[in-house]
């Protein structure tokens, strides 16, 4: 290995081991930290971030980038993409961050109490703040000749996504998903069969266990452990840490919390070896993770066959709650499509559109064409027009995501991203193996996971998200593969023509 | 706040920080980590350990050390602390610390290996070239003029403690001890309660928690999960992190390792608001940190007051393994004294037996007047002469203890000290709350943990241990409580005079 590779891999070890430490006191404040830790941790995480950005940012590393020679793709990668991360760091000063970091947390508290007085004027101020902030901030990233400020921002999670391709795709979408969801509305809705019992959390608790198991989940190289909010964590490809929820009052959260977490978990310990500890160990994008979850929450985990294995172990767990409820009469429920107000409970269906909603009103707020005084109002005239409801609380409208509190403009498209790459890659998986579903229907997910592994998980960071879809499914970012995934299974399910 | 200070101030929070970070990752490792990530683990830690040692010796952190005008004693107490291990970071190139690094790692595999084949000489190399290194180390540290090289590394654990002051004062105590433990094993031996009985681990788990909060550990502030080695860690005076032990066969080390661990614990919780993230907040010795343990386990914890109020908790718990017990056979059973191979095992009054055995081999080999090759020999005829005893594997002798393939020699005197400690501040305790161990027979022990929050938790690092015991007890350094204990609790424990 080339000297200055070398030295230069080290300092990525070490980004990286920060990086997962910064995970590891990230789960921690989730699952087992004692609550009066509150403000330790958040001084030691702040710690470990101004440590890391340091790093990302010492001209010695500048140095190292622009004289290295790379001697192999793989090597070229790593050093574009920390090249990458490295540039965007140095476009904004410090006093920036501070701003921003103050900006955030005035913007969480405000949103906090706004919710508690259902008042989104009490969220206003601080969002107006962080919004002229972000702006800001988009403009010292820059974007290119004939795009615009939120080009800036979804590089941030979806890097190489721009407002020109995206706005189409979703336009489209939306424009697709409209007849699909009044028809699916409009006919009889399924029962729901988890009413007025319980279920009890330790049989949910080892039946999620099972699915993770069944997924190929190494347990011993990740675990899963209880919070509030799930979400997948961990420190490195081999210690990978997912949470889920656990209800009494229904299964539903902890069964499709749990298979979506280990997609994103499977994908994390899907990173090759050689890799570790390198800017490789990485997904390109938000929307690619997403992709991973949403494909075994939704596209493997609500289908006929994977229940048809593993239905009735969850009915031996709770023979009284689900001993008599059919198969079918399962499935129907959990795929109930619905108009709704709240995104994080929204079906496969109408999900999109609730992305598809903020979408049109970040871009706006970004440009300036929408103000924040007249965000509320905003979302409450699509909503009417998408779902044909008013939102009886801004709890359930406006404030009901914590994603603008946090100044995370530009986030949302990639669940809709997530949600098309998933189809495309379920549908590319299932022509090259033509066995797959009978698989799943054996309770065999390895087949599907081992896909998966091969033409994503090991690739890492090698590609931006699309190329690799691309490269793996013959095309980029498409809504045909999703639209005829939705017909052909709701239409099925409901038993009407889509 | 001087400008300089509140510059310095930051520096110190960071490093704070970083420690909290790297105990958190140490916990983490003993607790939930799940096994393949072990060596992602060892990286981690090893760029925290790196970073915290870059930090400490930058320069920059030297010219505000020597620059910096402290405007209290507190400030100038912080300045002394940081400034006294920034020094000894100084003194030890980054070779000799990367070179003690891979030692320890040889050292930990031979020593392992050497326990698996039951054989010394396995572990002997390693030994050597670790025990070659620390004389080197304790070199590079240097020591006063009169002084020896076991100082230096005292210095480590016990700063202050010298040679010339800790060999009389263990000579002392060992010639006390001997015809005590001659006298006590002489007795019939109290019989064994807990012998071919089952202990529910979830009992055993809930009851201590219970003590936990009876002593006033807030677990609000701090949490207990199980290990196989218990230990206390954490990463702030409000996140303090203890690990107890479950073994179905026996309760006592729940038991006697919750109390033990909580002491420390409490010691943890008790710094100041004040001093949180500065280098106050920490204790002045590993001896000092000790007595609290020991205080909670030993003098208090298997104490009759205590037993008075809690054994008929624990019968509650256990109905049918001791319910029947009396609560004097208990407390002989808790009590019991006896002469043993393992350090880790001993009763109170044979312990500092074993540590003394260890002390008298350290300095000869640091010296150069005991040889690694003779290190076996030598454990063997102190063993025979301290107890009558001849190991029958060395795994029950010179292999018993992890501390030398840590390369920790110098540390086990700090145990002892701990000992003598613990009975001198609970003796002076009494004495200035005379209704002590009426509340303790009530189960009340806040009397206790706020006497010692008051005169040595809050302290945090304001002096150094033996200037903080003495300023509380009037005297230093001394077995005379110690052996007042003893022989006041075992004369009437075992109806003998002492």
Chains 1, 2 share one sequence.
Not at 23 to 35: C, N, R, S
Not at 344 to 354: G, I, K, R
Request: glycine share 8%.
């Amino acid at each position: 290995m080339d000297a200055t590779f070398s030295t230069l891999l080290s300092r990525m070890q070490e980004l990286k081991d920060l990086g997962g430490v910064i995970g590891l006191a990230t789960w921690d404040q989730e699952t087992y930290m004692p609550p009066k830790a509150h403000q330790a941790r958040a001084s030691q995480l702040a710690t470990l971030q101004g440590l890391y950005h340091e790093r990302l940012i010492d001209p010695r590393l500048g140095e190292l980038l622009a004289k290295v020679a790379a001697a192999s793709p793989d090597e070229r990668a790593m050093v574009r993409v920390l090249g990458v991360e490295r540039d965007r760091a140095m476009k904004v000063p410090a006093a920036m961050v501070k701003a921003m970091a103050d900006a955030q947390s005035q913007a969480l508290s405000g949103w906090r109490k706004a919710r508690e007085a259902k008042d989104f004027e009490v969220f206003r101020p601080a969002l107006e703040k962080l919004l002229a902030l972000r702006r800001e901030q988009a403009d010292a990233y820059g974007y290119e000749a004939g795009g615009e400020r939120y080009d800036a921002l979804l590089e941030n999670y979806e890097p190489g996504m721009r407002v020109k391709r995206l706005t189409p795709v979703l336009a489209q979408l939306k424009e697709k998903l409209v007849p699909i969801v009044e028809a699916l509305c409009s006919a009889p809705p399924p029962a729901d069969v988890f009413a007025n019992k319980k279920f009890d959390v330790e049989a949910q608790w080892r039946f999620t266990v099972e699915l993770l198991h069944a997924m190929g989940f190494d347990l011993e190289a990740g675990r899963q452990d209880k919070s509030i909010h799930p979400f997948t964590g961990g420190t490195h490809a081999q210690d990978v840490r997912l949470t889920t929820r656990l209800n009494e009052d229904t299964p539903l959260p902890a069964l499709f919390g749990t298979i979506h977490e280990g997609g994103h978990g499977l994908y994390e310990q899907g990173f090759l070896p050689d890799h570790f500890r390198t800017p490789l160990a990485s997904a390109p994008s938000m929307g690619l993770h997403e992709s991973q979850s949403r494909l075994w929450e939704n596209v493997v985990g609500r289908s006929r066959p994977f229940w048809s294995h593993f239905y009735s172990g969850l009915q031996k767990y709770f023979p009284s709650q689900l001993g008599h409820v059919s198969l079918d009469a399962f499935l129907a429920a959990v795929n109930k499509v619905e108009k709704t107000f709240v995104r994080v409970e929204a079906d496969e269906v109408t999900y999109n559109l609730h992305i598809v909603l903020r979408y049109e009103l970040e871009v706006p707020l970004l440009r300036g064409d929408l103000q924040v005084k007249d965000l509320e109002a905003a979302w409450n005239d699509k909503t009417k027009a998408t779902f044909g409801l008013t939102p009886p609380t801004p709890v359930l409208g406006v404030l009901q995501d914590i994603h603008w509190a946090w100044g995370e403009l530009g986030y949302f498209p990639t669940y809709a991203l997530g949600n098309l790459y998933s189809a495309s890659l379920y549908a590319c998986a299932k022509r090259q193996i033509p066995t797959l579903e009978a698989s799943i229907a054996a309770g065999d997910l390895l087949p599907m996971r081992d896909w998966l592994r091969k033409n994503i998980h090991n690739e890492g960071y090698r590609l931006e998200a699309e190329d690799r879809v691309k490269q793996v499914t013959g095309q980029g970012l498409t809504d045909v593969d999703f639209i005829a995934y939705l017909k052909d299974k709701y239409s099925a399910l409901y038993g009407v023509k889509l």
